[in-house]
């Protein structure tokens, strides 16, 4: 199994700022199968990225994806208040399906 | 409009089955798969499996082998997920989603374990 490996947990910041978020697999994520969705409490989670890079319909462009070998970053550019949420990683290229444990956006 | 609809919450015992429904609506049932994912309280989110809503053929977690199955109805355009001998940490919603990644989820259905 690949497991995803999220950093930090939390990640404590300010509307305005900049948030990196980090996912590491423990061995190659086959095509960059990598995507990262948002969930807020009590709502189902939203698709960000898919593809480590390629913005889902409809996100904005503060939202980008990278993808360093095995690692894998999510940043927002520019935190607005609707931003604040938890953010998990998936890599899908191969089974089982796997999610990185989520990091919490928390407002500051 | 794609819409995925599943069945109301569950409270069963230790030991029992559940046997959750997702009804699709708005795309053409058979051709994609149909992924559950679970959530515990607090906690993140965790695959269980899909099933290939064409040929009706599955792939497990491996943690749910044999305790999970998988299987659709195309005349309704529904996909159920039945787990059995049910534990208190079987406590979570339950989720059904089309063809991760998406942006496609059902609304989720909580299922409580407890004696």
């Known amino acids: 199994d690949i497991l995803m490996t999220r950093s930090p947990a939390t990640l404590s910041l300010s509307p305005g700022e900049r948030a990196t978020l980090s996912c590491r697999a423990s061995?190659?994520?086959?095509?960059?199968?990598l995507s990262w969705c948002w969930q807020k409490p009590g709502q189902t989670p939203r698709l960000l990225i898919y593809g480590a890079s390629t913005r889902a319909t409809g996100i904005p462009a503060r939202f980008s994806g990278g993808v360093s070998g095995t690692d894998f970053t999510l940043t927002i550019s520019r935190l607005e208040p609707e931003d604040f949420a938890v953010y998990y990683c998936q890599q899908y290229g191969s089974s089982p399906l796997t999610f990185g444990g989520g990091t919490k956006v928390e407002i500051k | 409009q794609v819409q995925l609809v599943q069945s109301g919450a569950e409270v069963k015992k230790p030991g029992a089955s559940v046997k959750v429904s997702c009804k699709a609506s708005?795309?053409?049932?058979?051709?994609?798969?149909m992924h559950w994912v679970r959530q515990a309280p607090g906690q993140g989110l965790e695959w269980m499996g899909w099933?290939?809503?064409?040929?009706?053929?599955?792939n497990y977690a491996q943690k749910f082998q044999g305790r999970v199955t998988m299987t659709r109805d195309t005349s309704i355009s529904t996909a159920y997920m039945e787990l059995s001998r049910l534990r208190s940490d079987d406590t979570a919603v339950y989720y059904c989603a089309r063809q991760l990644p998406t942006d496609y989820w059902g609304q989720g259905t909580l299922v409580t374990v407890s004696s």
């Open positions: 061995q190659s994520v086959s095509s960059s199968y």
């Open positions: 708005g795309y053409t049932f058979t051709g994609y798969y």
């Open positions: 099933i290939n809503c064409d040929s009706g053929g599955t």
